[in-house]
């Protein structure tokens, strides 16, 4: 074993330490090598710098994570490969705490420990006398958990690197919180109060020991412990700290106090565009919110638009992005409801949430629907739009669905049978685009994926494009036909007023468009301006 020569602890180049926040009873620094005792590269304790002296430790090397440099930001950091556990034995009162730790799940696993207040007996789950924060596979991200008291932060996959925040207070009714990257996912009760045996990190405490199973494979940074619930201002200076130190801070929601700068660490740009701040407005009106990185690709986005003087092209545009919660607020606030910011507004204010759930969306990958229940409804009646028109979506990957699927659109057979605008695959794996009249007419490939659009782009002709580029074009028979006056519906098409029950979309969309005619450019400009932003979040095809 060889110790790292200690130093003495100081505050960070920030200017900020958290000892000044009362009450700090444990601050475990992944970046301060000197923590850090190593036998040759795996971690064998782990030092406490609050001054409470609560060292974490593992004797048995095949279990001790290893200590990876410039690992996370350029900084120093822990990873566990799924069998490795760190715990000290030291009697803790739960009442009121706090925890706020940085971790990336690095491999999904269920009922795996992140951090845990270990019980003296049984298990750490059902137990007053434990507090512990495990993932959960596919099902959930997080889970919280206090006694038979749970708080969910639902997302498929792997939790990316975040910030966690747990808190609870006896004041407020025994009740616990679960934040990541400063925004609130769930509250519940929790038990009132009890005494922990330790502290556990990297995994669960089963039948009165620490279980051989269900141990996470993620990477560690920090964990800093408070033995009183922190108040919202305390709680968001840490949040912003950590942010700022381990390169999270475009993760923070655009409205936390400290997403835009920290002292010590610089600034990030705020947003500019008229339009971009309207939809963070109208989201955070809704009690949704909005990642300082998203918000700052919403607003490229908008000033890409506005450079090729297309906005007036688009009577409504949803992007179908921001954070995740359980009324998917965010992903239902258009970005676009009228050709211009201060002119009429149409449609609902957000597109009406027919049987989506929150597991349904991730904003690296879009919303996803099914095959008997699920669509959106715009609220933004077709007949609204010009004689000459465009509607799409943007497919972020390849994946062809069934026949007879409708992406997006309105049918009327009542009014008018050739009331038609919309999307519907086929049995020959196109996408059949109508606008204002029927049929196998200037299709693309449902393996297709991008920003796919039909414009009417005359009188008597249909152009579809793909990503900007002209894929066939239509001699319409369609010279008269008006627009149905119906809502147009996403993930389905609005027939006659309800959806078409072999129609729903059993895929993937990441946005979607209706609006105006454009000319070749402009969809090449439009297509650019999407494809520009969908890539910053990852989904491109």
């Not at 207070?169 to 996912?185: K, P």
Request: net charge negative.
């Amino acid at each position: 074993m060889c110790a790292m020569n200690p130093r003495l602890l100081r505050p960070l180049a920030s200017g900020f330490n958290p000892k000044s926040i009362a009450g700090l009873s444990g601050w475990w620094d992944a970046s301060d090598s000197s923590t850090i005792t190593l036998n040759s590269t795996t971690v064998s304790e782990w030092r406490d710098k609050s001054g409470a002296g609560v060292a974490l430790t593992q004797g048995t090397a095949a279990a001790q994570p290893t200590y990876q440099a410039a690992y996370v930001n350029g900084k120093n950091a822990l990873a566990f490969d799924g069998g490795d556990v760190l715990s000290a034995a030291t009697s803790v009162t739960l009442g009121d705490n706090t925890v706020i730790t940085v971790v990336r799940e690095d491999a999904a696993a269920g009922f795996s420990g992140v951090f845990s207040y270990y019980p003296p007996s049984g298990n750490d789950n059902g137990n007053a006398n434990a507090w512990l924060i495990e993932t959960r596979d596919n099902t959930a991200f997080l889970r919280l958990q206090s006694e038979n008291y749970t708080v969910d932060y639902s997302g498929a996959g792997t939790l990316p690197l975040s910030v966690i925040t747990i808190r609870r207070q006896i004041a407020a009714g025994d009740r616990q919180t679960l934040r990541t990257n400063g925004v609130t996912r769930g509250t519940s009760a929790s038990a009132s109060e009890g005494t922990a045996a330790g502290v556990l990190l990297g995994g669960r405490f089963q039948s009165g020991a620490i279980s051989v199973q269900y141990r996470s494979q993620m990477t560690l940074c920090e964990v800093l412990s408070w033995d009183r619930a922190l108040t919202l201002e305390e709680y968001q200076k840490i949040e912003g700290y950590l942010a700022w130190k381990w390169g999270l801070q475009a993760q923070l929601p655009s409205n936390h106090p400290y997403a835009y700068s920290f002292p010590g660490f610089g600034s990030q740009a705020r947003p500019d565009n008229g339009d971009a701040l309207a939809w963070e407005s109208a989201v955070y009106s809704n009690s949704g919110s909005v990642s300082v990185g998203t918000l700052a690709a919403v607003n490229t986005f908008c000033n890409a638009i506005d450079a090729a003087s297309i906005r007036d092209r688009f009577y409504r545009l949803n992007l179908f992005c921001g954070d995740s919660d359980a009324s998917l607020v965010a992903v239902r606030v258009p970005l676009y409801r009228g050709t211009s910011l201060g002119g009429t507004q149409y449609g609902n204010a957000l597109d009406t949430n027919n049987n989506f759930v929150q597991g349904d969306y991730s904003e690296s990958v879009g919303l996803t629907g099914n095959a008997t229940s699920k669509y959106l409804d715009t609220g933004f009646s077709a007949d609204i739009l010009p004689d000459m028109a465009h509607i799409g979506f943007y497919k972020p990957n390849t994946n062809a669905p069934p026949a007879s699927d409708r992406p997006i659109g309105a049918y009327s057979v009542i009014s008018d049978p050739d009331g038609i605008l919309g999307f519907r695959s086929n049995n020959s794996g196109d996408f059949t685009p109508e606008v204002r009249g029927v049929g196998a007419v200037a299709q693309i490939a449902t393996t297709s994926g991008g920003l796919l659009v039909v414009d009417r782009d005359a009188e008597t002709s249909l152009t579809t494009y793909d990503d900007g580029t002209s894929a066939a074009t239509h001699a319409s028979d369609a010279t008269g036909d008006p627009m149905p006056g119906l809502n147009i519906y996403v993930f389905n098409q609005n027939l006659d007023g309800s959806p078409i029950g072999t129609g729903y979309y059993d895929e993937t969309i990441a946005g979607y468009t209706i609006g105006a005619s454009m000319s070749a450019a402009q969809h090449t400009a439009f297509a650019a301006a999407m494809t520009a932003f969908q890539s910053s979040l990852g989904r491109t095809p």
